[in-house]
């Protein structure tokens, strides 16, 4: 049996996903980080704050993408106190793909940026590896996506209101938790529009259960959920 | 010319005792000197006017601009000194062009404005070099709609809805403030501002002039460019009859 190397880099295989809606735009994520086989932190936080209004999705490198973002909220900070006024989604998008872009030979990172702006309303940017950037309705990244490309193609319709934005980011991380390997956990989402910022969360036993998925059985939860045992009565 | 300033009037680095920076002062009066430069806000864009004052009838109409384009969205008019404007015209366009790399989106007026100002006003800070001897107004239009600055030598830049730079500047300002601005359109701005350039014109100091033109309006599809000749044309004729008229009475 090979031994695990937990303090290797971590990298988060992860399922991204970033969809607009009529009003704003819900992003999703998994909540898996890996080393190797070994998972390193099972409820990982992979949706982060750059401003008020503008959040990203991270893949790939742990370390690398969270570099990345932390440089991104410094700039960020300094440009929203000199226009004085909140930063445009597009703005935060463009320094995330000028450090991806031009440092791509040291970092192994795909970013979907996603937030809401009085000018544009709700804008998803995707930033993948080489630090290209696109406009889009909707994006998906990170290891998991290959499963939901066709799903998405099939499901996605312009001009979604919340509720089914929100349901639709979940069900797609929960088939591709079903399917990759390094996805898995919880699905967080974060909802973004005029009204301000909201996160949701869902435990892994309130995902459904897609084809060929085992209840789970003897599950921690439930052991720890259990009441404690009556003391026998003499 | 009074030397007012005697003693404190040499360097820029040197305040006079009742707080002045007399260098800067001299600086304005370069602007003060040259042709009157004109710009209105109205409802829907920005509208420049400069009187070009023609040293030599072999110049060519034309040629010898006081209105520069910064970007597809702006543009600046300048007073005073024109090498010092261009300098500063140069600074401008490098400023946008900078921002739309790393920002990715064009340059909002109100941080262009503020750009030129930091740099005019840098060059008061020291004393190897000299204040610019020019006065700008910058008009453009952006996602926040259509705004009017003005930055004078000594690095103050305020937003206006009508401003007015030059020899005529008083009274220039006069009959600005006789226009209703925010129920004008662009295409009546020209011709107001027109009639005004031509009225305050000094006929006796000052021979022949040229007059520029340029706009930033929903007209114009937001792009900064020259008024369109047909239109320039016509503002001049309806100058030229108001003048007339005065004259008549």
């Known amino acids: 049996m090979e031994s695990l190397d937990v303090d290797g880099p971590h990298s988060m295989g992860t399922t991204i996903i970033g969809v607009t809606y009529d009003g704003g735009v819900v992003l999703g994520a998994d909540s898996r980080t890996s080393t190797g086989v070994y998972v390193a932190n099972r409820a990982s936080d992979k949706i982060t704050q750059l401003t008020d209004n503008v959040y990203v999705c991270r893949s790939g490198s742990a370390a690398d993408s969270q570099i990345l973002s932390d440089y991104v909220r410094y700039f960020l900070h300094q440009h929203t106190i000199q226009l004085g006024q909140p930063a445009t989604v597009k703005v935060a998008a463009n320094l995330v793909r000028l450090l991806a872009y031009n440092n791509k030979n040291m970092l192994q990172t795909g970013l979907i940026v996603g937030g809401w702006d009085k000018y544009e309303g709700g804008k998803i940017y995707g930033v993948p590896l080489g630090g290209t950037i696109l406009e889009q309705p909707f994006a998906i990244g990170g290891s998991g996506s290959s499963y939901l490309y066709g799903f998405f193609d099939q499901v996605w319709k312009e001009g979604m209101t919340k509720e ?50 085992i209840p789970a059985q003897n599950s921690l939860l439930d052991i720890l959920s259990a009441p404690s045992p009556e003391p026998m009565s003499m | ?103 990715g989106e064009a340059i909002p007026v109100k941080e262009l404005a503020g750009r030129v100002a930091n740099y005019v006003h840098l060059c008061t800070l020291y004393w190897w070099l000299r204040p610019f001897g020019c006065g700008i107004i910058l008009g453009g239009y952006d996602r926040d709609g259509p705004q009017l600055y003005m930055i004078e030598p000594s690095g103050i830049s305020y937003r206006y809805f009508g401003a ?86």
Not at chain 1, 180 to 192: E, K, L, N, Y
Not at chain 2, 70 to 92: E, N, T
């Open chain 2, 164 to 249: 007015a730079i030059g020899k005529g500047k008083q009274a220039a300002k006069t009959e600005i403030e006789k226009l209703k601005l925010s129920e004008m359109t662009c295409r009546e701005g020209v011709i107001e501002i027109a009639k005004i350039i031509y009225k305050i014109h000094d006929e006796a100091k000052d021979k022949a002039f040229e007059l520029e033109m340029s706009w930033v309006c929903d007209e114009s599809k937001r792009k900064h460019e020259k008024v369109p000749v047909e239109l320039l044309e016509e503002a001049k004729a309806a100058a030229r009859l108001a003048l007339e008229e005065m004259d008549a009475d």
């Open chain 1, 164 to 213: 089914e934005a929100e349901s639709l980011v979940v069900k797609a991380v929960s088939l591709a938790i079903a399917r990759d390997g390094a996805s898995g956990g919880v699905v967080r989402t974060v909802v973004i529009n005029a009204d301000g910022v909201t996160r949701n969360f869902y435990p892994g036993d309130t995902l459904p259960l897609w084809h060929e998925e």
């Open chain 2, 1 to 103: 010319m009074s030397s007012i300033g005697t003693g404190y009037d040499l360097s820029v680095t040197t305040f006079s005792p009742d707080g002045r920076v007399f260098q800067i002062e001299y600086a304005a009066k370069a602007v003060d000197n040259s042709g009157t430069v004109i710009g209105i806000k109205c409802k829907d864009g920005v509208v420049m006017g400069v009187e070009k004052l023609i040293t030599s009838k072999m110049m060519l109409p034309g040629s010898n601009r006081r209105i520069h384009s910064v970007h597809s969205h702006s543009g600046m008019a300048v007073a005073g000194l024109a090498a010092d404007g261009r300098q500063i015209v140069a600074r401008a366009k490098g400023e946008a062009s900078s921002y739309e790399s790393v920002y």
